[in-house]
């Protein structure tokens, strides 16, 4: 128990370093916060925490070796990734809003659906995320310990990113806080262009 608690631990830093770490699923989940209410956000949060558990399943399987040694594959998740990418950032960049009296009213209102699928595309097509997982799989869990171990690590990992996520969106639309995002114009801009950017050097880095 004593050594499986020891995986555990260094399983939980390792994850939620990789958490705190700012990416392309950071910066649409702090766009689709300010850009919607609560309980349509959180439809990213579950896309994303999705995908990071289909990746998992993968891992826990002995399938996601199999996609790493595979330079099509890989290759395809990034330029099908950067191009997704590239899509979402001129879809922000397009997008319209009012700021009245710091509330916002927005043109485009996405629904809590269209943001799992949008959550879930963004992570699933995010390279990072496979070969995060298969690294975290293959260097700190041992082949000695049990599988139904390994899914109790999965499904911790699956919860923090969701609950992660899920706090993000919640803290971000905090009626003072929101005020002040939403105060700086250019916020959406910035947002879209930064997607624009991981998207550009994700394609970039195949050649």
């Known amino acids: ?10 399983i939980a830093v390792a994850h939620f370093i990789a958490l705190l770490s700012p990416g392309a699923d950071f910066v649409y989940l702090i766009n689709t916060s300010i850009s919607n209410k609560p309980k349509v956000a959180i439809g990213a949060s579950l896309g994303i925490a999705l995908s990071n558990g289909f990746y998992i399943m993968l891992c826990l399987l002995g399938y996601a070796t199999i996609l790493s040694q595979s330079d099509f594959l890989m290759g395809m998740i990034r330029i099908i990734g950067g191009g997704y990418l590239l899509y979402q950032g001129i879809r922000i960049l397009k997008t319209k809003n009012d700021i ?4 916002a009213a927005y043109t485009n209102q996405s629904t809590f659906l269209k943001e799992i699928a949008r959550g879930f595309y963004l992570s699933f097509l995010n390279p990072k995320i496979s070969i995060f997982y298969i690294s975290l799989f ?9 599988f139904m171990v390994q899914i109790l690590y999965g499904i911790w990992m699956f919860l923090l990113v969701f609950l992660w996520d899920s706090m993000i969106v919640l803290l971000l639309n905090k009626k003072r806080l929101k005020k002040k995002i939403l105060s700086f114009i250019h916020m959406q801009k910035i947002l879209g262009l930064l997607l624009l950017a991981i998207g550009s050097g994700l394609l970039y880095s195949l050649f």
């Open 100 to 103: 009245i009296n710091g509330d």
């Open 1 to 10: 128990m004593e050594l499986y608690l020891n995986e555990f631990i260094i």
């Open 138 to 146: 293959a260097l700190a869990i041992s082949k000695e310990t049990p």
